[in-house]
């Protein structure tokens, strides 16, 4: 197909540049495998900010995260694609099973809570989709995912985040499920820490 083979033709300018700029292989490689843990970081910080406009933002950014990986799962069992390094000679820059190429879930993962970040905080939320954009180029770079798995991927991932954005915005019950979830979890936060902070300055 003509699409396949001008996506491998990418794919092969994109994964050859870690041949010519090898000074940033290492940050490649930092991308492709652990800037996810900055979305982790993000949402523990934001979420223990204890204001209830970041913890709507981060169930937001949490159930597109989850509904994009799942409908990618099933999106990759129904069109199968072997990684770059499976069929063709690459260069290889980080390890990686030989399992479904596309789409990608690093991609979709990133730009979901990205996406979710920036509905909510505009300034900061580019921020996280320059991050969310390095690791889809990342992905391409070190030889694990072909440009349209990466681009399938960025493209759920926020699409999904707008989606469900919209209907917690919009439809009363989904709010209303929301915050009563957030809601409890203060209660629950409360208790368990706050209730007993207190309780042990008045003792002490």
């Given at each position: 197909?003509?699409l396949?083979?001008?996506d491998y033709?990418?794919f092969?300018?994109?994964?050859?540049?870690?041949?010519?700029?090898?000074?940033?292989?290492?940050?490649?490689?930092f991308f492709a495998?652990d800037?996810?843990?900055?979305f982790?970081?993000?949402?523990?910080v934001?979420w223990?900010?204890?204001?209830?406009?970041?913890r709507?933002?981060v169930?937001v950014?949490?159930?597109?995260?989850c509904?994009?990986?799942?409908?990618?799962?099933v999106?990759?069992?129904?069109?199968?694609r072997?990684?770059?390094?499976?069929?063709h000679?690459v260069?290889?820059?980080?390890?990686?099973?030989g399992?479904?190429?596309?789409?990608?879930?690093?991609?979709?993962?990133?730009?979901a809570?990205?996406?979710a970040?920036?509905?909510?905080?505009?300034s900061?939320?580019?921020v996280?989709?320059t991050?969310?954009?390095?690791?889809?180029l990342?992905r391409?770079w070190?030889?694990v995912?072909?440009p349209?798995?990466?681009?399938?991927g960025a493209?759920i991932?926020?699409?999904?985040a707008?989606?469900v954005?919209?209907?917690?915005t919009r439809?009363?019950?989904?709010?209303?499920?929301?915050?009563?979830?957030?809601?409890?979890?203060?209660?629950l936060e409360?208790?368990?820490?706050?209730?007993?902070?207190e309780?042990r300055?008045?003792?002490?």
């Open positions: 197909m003509v396949e083979q001008f033709q990418w092969q300018t994109i994964n050859h540049l870690g041949a010519v700029y090898t000074w940033l292989n290492p940050l490649m490689r495998e800037a996810e843990y900055l982790f970081a993000g949402v523990i934001y223990f900010s204890r204001k209830a406009s970041n709507t933002m169930g950014a949490l159930l597109s995260a509904l994009a990986m799942g409908f990618g799962s999106l990759g069992h129904f069109f199968y072997d990684r770059p390094f499976v069929t000679s260069i290889q820059l980080i390890k990686h099973a399992n479904a190429s596309f789409p990608s879930d690093h991609a979709m993962g990133a730009f809570i990205a996406a970040f920036w509905l909510y905080k505009p900061t939320g580019k996280w989709l991050v969310a954009a390095c690791i889809a990342s391409v070190t030889g995912h072909y349209l798995d990466v681009i399938a493209v991932g926020a699409a999904t707008l989606i954005y919209q209907l917690v439809f009363v019950p989904l709010s209303r499920a929301l915050n009563s979830i957030i809601a409890w979890y203060d209660r409360y208790k368990l820490w706050y209730k007993k902070k309780k300055s008045l003792n002490s």
